[in-house]
Every structure is written in structure tokens, then in C-alpha cells.
């Protein structure tokens, strides 16, 4: 959806643009080949976007100027492999995919991911980017105003890609702290999980949706993510900085007014349990599981080299708590920290 | 309604809880004697509650061990009048006013305006105390769970106003960072009027509410809010590390959630003037136009003295022109600033 989206600004600056699905996609392809409309966007495209197969991904990279890559997380190291024959030094890389891995010793962002999965003659001289910052897709692609972040490690390439998809409405600033902005990326998912708890569990108690809800709780919540993303930032070697801004506080914003993961942490705050709340979702992808998942491995040995101490990010325990064990709801506030020691 | 809620908690620690009202506020003590019932809270509180006309003050304030203020930002000056009579070393005052004051000279927090608004003799040994963070008067009435900050000089003050009010669903921590934690209470109001243009141009637009609708627009503005505000609190004195956390992200999200800033954020964004949209606010106090006053009058001072450089608060200079002035809505997303550069 996002790839898809982020088409629109590319036709609307004048850009030829080619739309690769991946095997999973075929149905999106031949939906916009026959009439322009995304099935998932629920909307109809600029005709101008050609649509290709992933059988004609050779066609489609003929001449190309640059690569966006939209897969999901777990489809970055294959799309390294599908894009190895069209990668060149002078034809930058720029991804939509969110989300933290973790290889037993240290925490990885996908841009990351990306280069050394590519053969290693490549990894020396490539340097994905990455998009970040709050963007609904749906509403990108119906031309909102919107402002995102262009991650990576050279500047020179961000303010390439900035001066060709940057316009009109879509405003694009760089950064090259990868680390801190692409934390925030996958951070950020985890954490609206856990701010849709209050909303589940206002529901459960007979409440309906209003200003007077349970607004005190999902905002004490968000406070403390935030505290907590900082920490986190900066333990995977990025800036706190880049929290208070568009990749962190704008996109954990963005993220809890529309959206799967908010849906599910609703599910969760109204007491479903995991497999039940999962089976609602219809078999959306949801990030927040995958982003627990991993910082639940990472944890132990973050804890263990001191890098993380005990009670420092009680929320984030809590959720994986619910998401992942299974236990109730019930938020920690006392444990929360009003504010951040960072700085 | 704040000051009334706040007596919830009060009354359910088991404290005996004298409520009065200011002049303004007869009908709304005449109801409480009566039924309980506050009128504007829509709701009948706890009756142990003991309401009193302002005329009872003398007999409200015997034994007092505390005073909890609820006046507005315009009545603090007022209040110190109003309560010299019965202010004391070891009489704790917490205040629930939110606002800043300008002098010609400097930005100034409500608990150093009422300090100094006491007689010298008391100012000398009285250091106010103030509420903040993310608190919905409605919701806090209604017992949902709510964390808050405790500000003041004093960190034993606080610590033990901390141990009389806080305990259940109402979680208080403290801070002595009067500055920056009070002057985000204050900005927030200004801000959330500004997150709020997104929802009036989406439905001048002719869009309906939901999860697509322009929530780009207002994420990028709730990250520019958070950007300027750090920037504000350092101007003032304060720590930028208060607006990471309750003070700060987290009372700017409660903001945009509910209440009377947003409303009249959303009317301007529709495109109705400032006369028209004051006008359907039906005499709600907007704390928000309050608030742009104070920082237009300051902001020339403080541009003449470098401590701000032209260009640095293109939100808080749009909102101006807007609320102020009578400028259409056109968001200056260029000129934002991506992320924090402070730390």
C-alpha cells in the first residue's frame, strides 16, 4: 500500500513510474492493469503508474533512475536477492519497509538489512535510504499534506532523491541518523499497540467513543512511549533527537488515528486474548507482534551488558506481556517516568 | 471544572474537601448544594464534596491543610488577594491555571505571577505549586486513570503533596522544573488549536471523519508543536526534557483529544474568521487566543535579543496570523523543522 502510494507524488512531479508487485501482488497488478484501481487503497491511481508483474521486473528496471522498495519486513532479505541484478552505486535505494531485526548480538534497521543481504561487492558501495515520518498511505495517495523523513547515510544522495520525489504536497526533509529514524519507524508500531489498549478496554466497560473516554490513560501512555522510544534510540546507536520530531512523536501520532495496529491494540485492551484478537485482524499484518517479538530476544542481552536496566521501560515490558504472553491488561503507571533524563 | 474534579480524588483519599466558588461560579455552588450536581461537568459528584459560596470563604479555609486553586489564567491575580488572608508557610497552595504572563520584560509561569502577586512578606517564603500533564477535568471526575505531574520549588513540598492527593487511578509524579513544565501546559492549548486546522480544512473539503482523513496534516503539525515547544521552555528557562514526557507530548495529545481548544481549532480551519468562530464557541474560554497574546507581545523582545532567530517558529507565527490577525490557514510545512536539534 505504501509503495503504491508514494507512486502518486512520483507521476504528479512528472516522473515515469513502474509498479512492481511482488508474488503476493499479482491480484493489485492485475487489478490496476485492467482499470487503475487499488484494491487495498480502495482507490483509483494516476493511469500514468504502469503496473508490471514480478515475472517482468527485468522490463520494468530498464533505464530506472532509482529503486523504491516497498515489501514488509520479512521480505527485505528476499527482495535482496530480486533486486541484486539491477543495483548500481549511481541508482539509489530508497525503502518504504518498517521494521528492527536482531542477529543474537546487536539490533539492525532494515536499510541495514538490506545492504548486507545484497552480494558483498554491492554492500561496500550501497547505502539504502529510507523513508520515515507520519504517512498514512491512503492518505498520501489521496494527496494529503504531507511531511516525511529521507534516512541515510550520505547526504548527497537524500538531497537527490528529496529534489526528485519532494513537492507539492508531499514535503520531504533528510536526516542521516538512520539508526534513530528507522528505530522510530519500527518502534512506533509496537507502541500505538499499546496506547489502542485504553480505547479496548473503554469499550469493554460500556463506553463509547467521545472527548470524555479514556484520553487521560492513552495519553499518559503515549508520554511514556515516547520516553521510552528515546531510550531505546539511543541504545541501537541513533539520536534522541530524532524521537521529538516527524519520525518519532509525528508518526506515533499518525499511526494511532488510523490504522491495523490501533485495531488490534483495541482488540487486546478489550480483553480478547492474542489468538482471538489476532483471528479478527483477517490476516493483516501486524508489525507491533513482529517489533515485540524481537526486542524480546534482544532484551536479555541488552539487560545483561547493562545497556538496559531493570524497570527502565516498564511499558514496552507490559506490552509484550499482553501481545506475546498473553496476560491481561493492566498498565503500569505507577512504574512510568514523567519525563525524560536524556538530555 | 478542573479545581471540581480535582476534588475526586480528594474526597476518595479519604480527605474532608471544601469546593468554592468564585463569584462567577454561584450557580454552579447553589447546584452542588443542592444535588451534587455539576452543571458544567454534567455529572453528580461524591457528596462528601462541601461546596461554598465565595462569600464562605473564611469558614472554607478553617483548618485548611492545603489550598487547591482552579481559577483561570485572568483570575490569578484576583486570587491572591482573595487568599491572603489565609496564606501560610505550612498551608501547601497547588494551582490548576494554566497560562504565561508577559511584563514588558519577561515570559513568567502562573506560580511565580501568584507568588509575586501575595505581599512581599509572604512571596518571600511562598513558592506556589502547579498541576500539569495529560487530564481531561471530565475524565479525572469520572475516575479514569490519569497521571500528572506535581511542579514546584520545593521538591519536599511536592513530595508531600504527592503523598496526600496521589494513590488509585490518579498517579502523580513531581518536578521542580517549574519553568518547562508549566510553559507546556500553557503552549499546548496554543499548539492543539493549530492540530486542529486539519480536521476544519478536511471538512470544508467536504471529507467525513475516519482513519483516512488528513491525520498527515495534523501528525506533521503535532511534530512541529513538540519541535517549537522545546524551543519555547529553553527560552524560558525551562528544561526541553519536560516536553518529553507528560508535560509536553503528552498533554499536547490529550489536548487534541478533547475540549474547546480543538473545536475552535477546527472552526478556523473550515475557513469561518476569527469573529464567527469565537462566536459559535458560546463565551468557552479560549485559553489559546490567550496564550498567542502573551507570545506575540514577548516574541519582539526576544528576536531584538537573539534568543530567537527569525524563521525558527514558522507554527507559532502561522498560528498568530491566523487566530490573531484573521490570515487564511495555509500551513508553512517547508519552513518546518524535521526533528529536534536541541540536545
Given at each position: 500500500?505504501?509503495?503504491?502510494?508514494?507512486?502518486?507524488?512520483?507521476?504528479?512531479?512528472?516522473?515515469?513510474?513502474?509498479?512492481?508487485?511482488?508474488?503476493?501482488?499479482?491480484?493489485?497488478?492485475?487489478?490496476?492493469?485492467?482499470?487503475?484501481?487499488?484494491?487495498?487503497?480502495?482507490?483509483?491511481?494516476?493511469?500514468?503508474?504502469?503496473?508490471?508483474?514480478?515475472?517482468?521486473?527485468?522490463?520494468?528496471?530498464?533505464?530506472?533512475?532509482?529503486?523504491?522498495?516497498?515489501?514488509?519486513?520479512?521480505?527485505?532479505?528476499?527482495?535482496?536477492?530480486?533486486?541484486?541484478?539491477?543495483?548500481?552505486?549511481?541508482?539509489?535505494?530508497?525503502?518504504?519497509?518498517k521494521?528492527?531485526?536482531?542477529?543474537?548480538?546487536?539490533?539492525?534497521?532494515?536499510?541495514?538489512?538490506?545492504?548486507?543481504?545484497?552480494?558483498?561487492?554491492?554492500?561496500?558501495?550501497?547505502?539504502?535510504?529510507?523513508?520515515?515520518?507520519p504517512c498514512i498511505?491512503?492518505?498520501?495517495?489521496?494527496?494529503?499534506?504531507?511531511?516525511?523523513?529521507?534516512?541515510?547515510?550520505?547526504?548527497?544522495?537524500?538531497?537527490?532523491?528529496?529534489?526528485?520525489?519532494?513537492?507539492?504536497?508531499?514535503?520531504?526533509?533528510?536526516?542521516?541518523?538512520?539508526?534513530?529514524?528507522?528505530?522510530?519507524a519500527?518502534?512506533k508500531n509496537a507502541y500505538a499497540m499499546?496506547i489502542a489498549?485504553?480505547?479496548?478496554?473503554?469499550?469493554?466497560?460500556?463506553?463509547?467513543?467521545?472527548?470524555?473516554?479514556?484520553?487521560?490513560?492513552?495519553?499518559?501512555?503515549?508520554?511514556?512511549a515516547?520516553?521510552?522510544?528515546?531510550?531505546?534510540?539511543?541504545?541501537?546507536?541513533?539520536?534522541?533527537?530524532?524521537?521529538?520530531?516527524?519520525?518519532?512523536?509525528g508518526d506515533l501520532n499518525v499511526t494511532c488515528n488510523g490504522g491495523r495496529t490501533g485495531?488490534?491494540g483495541?482488540?487486546?485492551?478489550?480483553?480478547?486474548?492474542?489468538?482471538?484478537?489476532?483471528?479478527?485482524?483477517?490476516?493483516?499484518?501486524?508489525e507491533c507482534?513482529?517489533?515485540?517479538?524481537?526486542?524480546?530476544?534482544?532484551?536479555?542481552?541488552?539487560?545483561?551488558?547493562?545497556?538496559?536496566?531493570?524497570?527502565?521501560?516498564?511499558?514496552?515490558?507490559?506490552?509484550?506481556?499482553?501481545?506475546?504472553?498473553?496476560?491481561?491488561?493492566?498498565?503500569?503507571?505507577?512504574?512510568?517516568?514523567?519525563?525524560?533524563?536524556?538530555?
Amino acid at each position: 500500500m505504501m509503495g503504491s502510494s508514494l507512486c502518486v507524488p512520483l507521476v504528479d512531479r512528472g516522473h515515469e513510474v513502474r509498479l512492481v508487485g511482488t508474488h503476493l501482488d499479482a491480484d493489485i497488478i492485475q487489478s490496476l492493469k485492467s482499470d487503475h484501481v487499488h484494491p487495498k487503497l480502495k482507490l483509483e491511481l494516476p493511469s500514468a503508474i504502469q503496473p508490471f508483474y514480478l515475472e517482468e521486473l527485468a522490463d520494468a528496471m530498464t533505464g530506472a533512475d532509482a529503486i523504491l522498495l516497498g515489501v514488509s519486513s520479512a521480505g527485505v532479505a528476499w527482495s535482496a536477492t530480486a533486486i541484486t541484478p539491477y543495483v548500481r552505486p549511481e541508482r539509489p535505494i530508497l525503502m518504504v519497509s518498517k521494521g528492527l531485526s536482531y542477529d543474537g548480538r546487536e539490533l539492525s534497521v532494515l536499510p541495514d538489512v538490506l545492504r548486507y543481504a545484497l552480494p558483498a561487492e554491492l554492500s561496500a558501495s550501497i547505502f539504502p535510504a529510507a523513508v520515515a515520518g507520519p504517512c498514512i498511505a491512503g492518505e498520501l495517495a489521496r494527496r494529503v499534506e504531507t511531511c516525511v523523513v529521507f534516512t541515510g547515510r550520505r547526504q548527497l544522495e537524500l538531497d537527490r532523491l528529496k529534489a526528485w520525489i519532494g513537492g507539492g504536497y508531499y514535503h520531504v526533509f533528510t536526516s542521516t541518523d538512520v539508526l534513530g529514524v528507522e528505530a522510530c519507524a519500527a518502534l512506533k508500531n509496537a507502541y500505538a499497540m499499546g496506547i489502542a489498549f485504553a480505547a479496548g478496554l473503554h469499550e469493554k466497560a460500556g463506553g463509547a467513543p467521545g472527548s470524555i473516554a479514556s484520553h487521560n490513560y492513552e495519553a499518559a501512555v503515549f508520554a511514556q512511549a515516547i520516553v521510552e522510544m528515546q531510550l531505546l534510540v539511543k541504545l541501537i546507536g541513533g539520536s534522541p533527537n530524532s524521537v521529538v520530531g516527524l519520525p518519532g512523536v509525528g508518526d506515533l501520532n499518525v499511526t494511532c488515528n488510523g490504522g491495523r495496529t490501533g485495531r488490534f491494540g483495541r482488540l487486546l485492551g478489550m480483553g480478547l486474548g492474542v489468538e482471538e484478537s489476532i483471528r479478527r485482524m483477517e490476516g493483516a499484518t501486524l508489525e507491533c507482534l513482529e517489533i515485540l517479538g524481537v526486542l524480546r530476544r534482544a532484551l536479555p542481552a541488552l539487560k545483561a551488558a547493562g545497556a538496559v536496566r531493570e524497570g527502565q521501560l516498564p511499558l514496552l515490558e507490559h506490552m509484550m506481556a499482553v501481545a506475546l504472553d498473553d496476560a491481561p491488561v493492566a498498565m503500569p503507571f505507577a512504574a512510568f517516568q514523567p519525563m525524560s533524563r536524556l538530555s
